[in-house]
């Protein structure tokens, strides 16, 4: 089996919370609680679900932008939690990041040849005219004239300005790019264009992407595996196949039943969540997610006991006690309170007919 290119073990992220005249710590956010996972060479693991679970905190802490709290990152076999200084910096050529707003991540005051440059200089990969000509390749590479390289990021719309983005990932030669929901900011047809890049880039360069995104038909038409979040967790992990053709979460469910369905005269039944998401900084005991789940087994264990990722079927991982088999005895959960045994429960509004963005020719 291929050795994977980042391995992330119990990876967490929590923030302090502090009051009072001396500004003593009374609690934590905890915005990523205990996430594991594998990236291999040339795939794209998916991550989503709603705003505040913990997506783009966990991207930029296994880039180290965000220091973790706890947990281990190993990429290329290298403990990237170890490094510091220049052998930090040295191991970050190979991991970059696309970041969400394609404008506030330039910098207004350098023009876009020097914003691609600066990671050429700083890892010494090309100086003077070779660096010029490597900036002039790079934008060619991503759909953009050589002459834009003068220019300011305000000259330029948002799809534009993203590809100067991509361009400038691409300068030091990654293995692993996180994309933090590259095409959320931009027009549907603009988005087609952007994904469409990404993913011949990956094939022609053989690139890793985390692929952050809010938008599931976009992760459908993208990703490999797809890890679902909620609450700094992660609910469910698995193919991007089986997770729309067979999602095991209620979250998971939910989140399928809402996706938009592209024909004005069908409708579709919304399994609609009550209540709000609960704070990071005070999660709910046992599963984050019982006080909004919809399975019908739904019961007292749910709140007494965290449910383990576990493989409901081959490669599919589910954290749900409800949903069989689980590693969870029914006696133990008898004993938290249980009234209700392990069912399959998979509604038909949370069934997803696979389905593709529309095609760009501009690529």
């Not at 967490?12 to 956010?29: E, I, L, Q």
């Not at 880039?201 to 038409?221: T, W």
Request: contains cysteine; positive net charge.
């Amino acid at each position: 089996m291929t050795t994977p290119l980042l391995s992330v073990r119990n990876l967490a992220v929590h923030f302090p919370v502090r009051s009072g005249v001396f500004g003593r710590m009374t609690g934590a956010v905890r915005a990523v609680d205990g996430v594991s996972f594998d990236i291999f060479p040339g795939e794209t693991l998916g991550i989503v679900g709603e705003s505040g679970c913990g997506k783009t905190t966990m991207g930029r802490a296994i880039l180290r932008l965000v220091e973790p709290t706890a947990g281990s990152i190993h990429f290329d076999g290298v403990d990237f939690r170890a490094l510091k200084g220049k052998a930090l910096r040295a191991m970050r050529r190979h991991l970059q990041i696309i970041f969400q707003d394609p404008f506030s991540s330039l910098n207004p005051r350098l023009t876009v040849g020097t914003t691609i440059k600066e990671g050429l200089l700083v890892h010494r990969i090309a100086e003077g005219a070779a660096a010029d000509q490597r900036v002039a390749q790079l934008l060619d590479e991503v759909g953009l004239q050589a002459s834009y390289a003068t220019r300011y990021p305000h000259e330029f719309s948002g799809g534009q300005r993203q590809r100067i983005g991509i361009a400038r990932a691409l300068a030091v030669e990654p293995k692993l790019i996180v994309c933090d929901e590259p095409v959320s900011a931009l027009d549907v047809s603009v988005q087609a264009q952007v994904i469409n890049l990404l993913q011949d880039l990956q094939k022609r360069r053989g690139l890793a992407y985390l692929f952050i995104a809010h938008d599931l038909s976009v992760v459908e038409h993208m990703a490999n595996r797809v890890g679902v979040m909620y609450l700094g967790r992660f609910m469910e992990l698995t193919s991007a196949e089986a997770l729309y053709r067979e999602p095991l979460m209620p979250y998971t469910q939910a989140l399928l039943s809402a996706i938009p369905v592209p024909d004005p005269e069908r409708k579709r039944n919304r399994i609609v969540l009550a209540g709000d998401p609960p704070s990071p900084a005070h999660p709910p005991a046992g599963c984050v997610f019982h006080p909004r789940c919809h399975h019908p087994s739904r019961d007292a264990a749910c709140a007494a006991i965290v449910p383990p990722l576990e493989e409901k079927a081959p490669h599919h991982w589910c954290a749900c006690l409800k949903q069989p088999p689980t590693i969870v005895p029914w006696g133990e959960q008898q004993r938290a309170g249980a009234t209700h045994e392990p069912a399959r429960h998979l509604p038909s509004a949370a069934m997803h007919s696979a389905g593709s963005l529309p095609e760009s020719p501009a690529r």
